[in-house]
């Protein structure tokens, strides 16, 4: 494999140049406002300092992907994804659920294997929706655990199930991005980045809250 191989995947590339897509490109800049502003705010812990820095490392890397456009930078662009949402279980594990470490730990390197049995599922039932089955694993997470904090952490509870809902518009969005082309000249892949970009930071400040709070009654 040629991992500098050229990908032209989204309505608003039209050639493997590195300014190619300039919309696709620069809306990655949520991520990085949004990471740099939880940096400041959520200092006093260290898993959320971790998870903004993840924020600003998954901008760097969706802003290579849109400029460089090949194999390698596709893949920076997703270990980055997948990197925070091991981390954010681990923490939802940890903090929210009360596990241990190394049970906390076990069940957050889950998410691959995981996130690759539904995207095949997916990918087996509906088709590749342009790409998005690998993200469909998140939805069912956030449900998930949305559930079982329901009685200890009500808020944070609601604010991951409003996050379901609103990365399954998010993945929308992502999905028609191709079949958009003759309507919207640079498509709809960037609504996928700013809607992220405000749900990623939403979660980090909502964990950080539920923290804080657990140590307050503590």
């Known amino acids: 494999m040629n991992w500098f191989t050229s990908l ?3 309505c608003e590339r039209h050639g493997a140049g590195f300014w190619n897509e300039p919309t696709n490109a620069l809306t990655n800049l949520i991520f990085i406002l949004a990471g740099f502003m939880l940096v400041f705010n959520t200092r006093q812990n260290k898993l959320c300092i971790f ?9 760097v890397a969706s802003f290579l992907f849109h400029t460089f456009a090949n194999i390698l930078a596709g893949l920076i662009d997703t270990v980055s ?12 594990n940890y903090y ?3 596990l241990s470490t190394i049970t906390s730990l076990i069940i957050a390197f ?14 087996i039932s509906f088709g590749s929706l342009n790409g998005s089955t690998w993200y469909l694993s998140f939805i069912i997470l956030f449900l998930t655990y949305s559930y079982l904090i329901r009685k200890e952490f009500s808020q ?6 409003c996050s379901a809902l609103f990365l399954t518009t998010s993945i929308f969005f992502r999905t028609i991005d191709i079949i958009s082309c003759n309507s919207i000249s640079v498509g709809t892949h960037f609504v996928w980045h700013i809607m992220n970009g405000l749900l990623l930071g939403t979660l980090v400040w909502g964990i950080h809250q539920s923290i804080n709070l657990e140590e307050k009654n503590f």
Not at 81 to 92: A, E, K, N, P, Q
Not at 156 to 161: A, D, I, R, V
């Open 110 to 123: 889950c998410l691959v294997p995981f996130s690759f049995f539904v995207s095949q599922l997916a990918t």
């Open 81 to 92: 994804i997948m990197l925070f949402g091991v981390t954010y279980i681990f923490g939802s």
């Open 156 to 161: 944070m509870s609601t604010k991951l199930f």
């Open 8 to 10: 032209n995947i989204y």
């Open 51 to 59: 998870l903004s820095l993840q924020i600003i490392l998954i901008g």
């Open 96 to 98: 929210l659920l009360k």
